[in-house]
């Protein structure tokens, strides 16, 4: 039957089936063309379109994009969450007069909010254009107002930092003239930091919010009330860590203010998801760090309540919170990057919310159409 | 600055005028053959690299996989059996019994009931059932109408063209990588590697690296009064460029022509206003369900629900306000 010598490499084949009989005409991978070379070879595997249920799937390939955000993202959201939690704090100590808080608080907000702003810049695919991010406002983006907050904040902690460090060292820093300046500034400058301070820690869940990342998308209500209550947390731990426990006790009720509202709008929050939006929060790596970081905010919030006025427990009890926060920040980033893998998680919601529509009379508003 | 686009169109709310109508592709998938010369076309015109090392994906004959940074054309490919086709079918005629919005020829009676015209005479049974099908789909930005991708960038690197299009300035765009999560298609990228070149001499200068990127609708040849390098090369007229409201009008029109020759399965993508991102410049008319090709099946602007999200943001901070002033307060030694 061969014809040419090389067709002797090839295994032998039963003849390909003709007609509709079958209705399926699968061939294995091994057999290519009639064996006789008169008909030409599948070049590609035949592929079995898998089912599962009712979701199609472009060959399970992904259909929204994760955004290119690494690890200095989340860093970015825990120390802007510190820095913002410290400007509140730093701002209380100044009014009734706890001058250690103050300064630790107002050099814990000038550190966070400039290691954070390097933290983003060195995220940027080209870093020597951030500059660029101050070429307009616009209220459409939450990057760009967050841009201009973060520029704000860490301006006044600036002014503050300087200020402290300054009256730390004697006055001996080289300041000149600027000393008289900061001096009046100080007013206007901590009142500038705690208008700006929550913002800055709130802002971050609309920013993650709006997205199409399905599991940062259904949190959008509620990442908000999580980054606040984390970064009080975060920013009391962060006192606790720093400052004698005889000025710290507005920060424990703070820090134990944040873990109940972290525990809870964590909670809150995978609940209102489709179970398909919360499944990276619950599971893999986001999920290891999300159960560790809620572990930690317990462990640190009872050492707050019960040993907050022992140095030590205090200090330990801090870091074990900032530890939190940081790694619920990595949860959240994770589980945003994760979700997008699977187009199952964009596709079931999405179809999910259309029924919805549907059965409720709404039929005006999806993007396919008959004509 | 209103936070949607309104009914004058996008060009017009961004303040170019009606000097020029809105441009847009349709891209009828029911005459594509399937041959990339779009995706050859569009690489070529536009310089994109390739991604990484050639890769064969194994899964069909598609071998590009999605849209992104480097693939602002990118055909697919899908194998269906006849009980798919059927699903199709049937799926698509509900469509038509929703009463979904429609323009041009109208049906004297309800929507999906004979239309006007003497018709009686026609045969309009279905065809057979073909034993299987591939459908073929080249895919684009859609350049919608209300742009999420517009809307997060924070540097005022993605604008909207006089011709509607949503187009990226390269040299402003520092590569913050807002826009690619807000895109509901997943079709801007940042374009973090690519090569030009062969293996050996790999120290090519790529354009665009670390910026986001994406179909510009070739804004460059636009300028010159050219069509498109994808659709000018399109050799079955699969993709047409033209104006928007003419797209539109000639989508309806052949999806009409296709129900009337018993493929209901046939339906338009992008084509209603109404929807999530306002309508999309670039018309799909579909064989199957969106999400068989990659496409999303609801996609809605982000921008929609961002004044609730900042109304949580300003009551989260106002929390936090508080639980620090009540801590202050009961904190008094």
Redesign the interface.
């Known amino acids: 039957m061969s014809i040419s010598e090389f067709d002797a490499d090839r295994p032998p084949q039963a003849p390909r089936r003709r007609g509709r009989g079958g209705g399926r005409r699968r061939r294995g991978l091994t057999e290519v063309g009639m064996g006789d070379g008169s008909r030409e070879g599948a070049v590609v595997e035949d592929v079995e379109i898998e089912r599962a249920g009712e979701f199609d799937s472009y060959y399970g390939r992904p259909i929204v994009k994760a955004p290119p955000w690494r690890e200095p993202i989340a860093v970015y959201l825990f120390l802007g969450g510190v820095a913002g939690g410290s400007g509140l704090l730093a701002f209380g100590a100044q009014c009734t007069d706890r001058p250690l808080l103050r300064r630790h608080s107002r050099l814990l907000a000038l550190g966070a909010v400039g290691a954070g702003t390097v933290a983003l810049i060195e995220d940027l695919g080209r870093p020597e254009r951030f500059l660029n991010m101050m070429r307009t406002v616009k209220v459409t983006s939450p990057m760009s107002l967050g841009t201009w907050l973060l520029g704000g904040f860490a301006t006044f902690s600036g002014m503050l930092g300087a200020l402290e460090a300054d009256r730390m060292t004697g006055e001996r820093l080289p300041l000149g003239v600027l000393r008289r300046l900061l001096d009046v500034a100080e007013g206007p400058a901590s009142l500038g930091q705690v208008v700006l301070a929550p913002l800055l820690a709130s802002y971050t869940g609309a920013l993650l919010g709006n997205t199409v990342v399905p599991t940062w998308e259904a949190g959008r209500g509620h990442l908000s009330y999580l980054f606040v209550s984390s970064a009080s947390l975060a920013a009391g731990g962060a006192a606790m860590l720093t400052t004698p426990v005889a000025e710290t006790r507005p920060a424990r009720l703070l820090a134990t203010a944040g873990v109940v509202g972290d525990v809870v709008s964590m909670h809150r929050m995978k609940e209102s998801m489709h179970p398909l939006e919360a499944e990276p929060l619950e599971t893999g790596r986001a999920g290891t760090l999300l159960t560790w970081a809620e572990r930690l905010a317990i462990i640190g919030g009872l050492g707050t309540v019960l040993g907050g006025r022992n140095r030590y427990v205090a200090a330990a009890s801090g870091a074990a919170l900032l530890a939190s926060s940081a790694l619920t920040r990595f949860g959240v980033l994770y589980a945003g990057l994760e979700s997008v893998k699977d187009p199952r998680r964009v596709v079931e919601p999405q179809k999910e919310r259309l029924a919805a529509r549907r059965a409720a009379g709404i039929t005006d508003d999806s993007i396919t159409t008959a004509g | 600055?209103s936070?949607l686009s309104g009914p004058a169109g996008p060009s017009a709310d961004a303040g170019w005028g009606h000097d020029h109508e809105r441009k847009g592709f349709f891209t009828d998938t029911s005459i594509c053959i399937g041959c990339k010369a779009c995706e050859v076309a569009c690489k070529e015109w536009n310089r994109n690299p390739i991604d990484g090392n050639l890769e064969i994906?194994?899964?069909?004959?598609d071998n590009t996989?999605?849209l992104?940074a480097n693939t602002w054309r990118h055909v697919?490919f899908?194998?269906?059996?006849?009980e798919?086709i059927e699903e199709a079918r049937e799926s698509?005629r509900k469509?038509?019994s929703?009463?979904?919005?429609?323009i041009?020829p109208k049906s004297s009676g309800p929507?999906?009931a004979t239309p006007a015209g003497d018709l009686s005479t026609t045969d309009r049974t279905p065809p057979d059932t073909p034993?299987?099908r591939w459908l073929m789909s080249s895919d684009v930005c859609k350049h919608c109408t209300n742009a999420?991708c517009l809307?997060?960038?924070?540097?005022?690197?993605i604008f909207r063209s006089e011709h509607g299009s949503v187009v990226v300035q390269e040299d402003?765009?520092?590569?913050?990588?807002?826009c690619?999560?807000?895109?509901?298609?997943?079709v801007?990228?940042?374009?973090?590697d690519g090569t030009i070149s062969p293996h050996a001499n790999r120290d090519e200068k790529i354009d665009r690296?670390?910026?986001?990127s994406k179909c510009t609708m070739c804004h460059d040849r636009l300028v010159d009064g050219e069509q498109p390098a994808c659709s000018a090369t399109c050799p079955t007229q699969s993709i047409t460029f033209g104006e928007h409201p003419d797209l539109s009008a000639d989508a309806?029109r052949r999806?009409?022509d296709l129900?009337e020759q018993g493929m209901t399965e046939a339906?338009?993508?992008?084509?209603?206003p109404?929807?999530?991102?306002g309508g999309?410049g670039s018309l799909f008319l579909?064989l199957d369900?969106?999400?068989?090709?990659?496409?999303?099946?609801?996609?809605?602007v982000?921008?929609k629900?961002?004044p609730?999200?900042?109304a949580?943001?300003?009551?989260?901070?106002?929390?936090?306000?508080a639980?620090?002033?009540?801590?202050?307060l009961?904190?008094?030694?």
């Open positions: 600055m936070l994906l194994g899964s069909s004959y996989g999605e992104g697919a899908v194998e269906q059996g006849q798919r698509g469509l038509v929703l009463g979904m919005p429609g041009g929507r999906g034993e299987f999420g809307d997060v960038c924070p540097t005022g690197a402003v765009c520092n590569g913050c990588g807002t690619v999560s807000a895109c509901p298609f997943g801007i990228e940042r374009r973090d690296m670390g910026t986001a309806r999806v009409t129900h339906r338009l993508y992008g084509a209603n109404k929807d999530g991102v999309t579909l369900e969106p999400e068989v090709y990659g496409l999303p099946p609801d996609p809605q982000p921008t629900s961002l609730t999200s900042y949580k943001v300003g009551l989260a901070a106002a929390g936090m306000v639980a620090a002033a009540l801590s202050f009961g904190g008094r030694r």
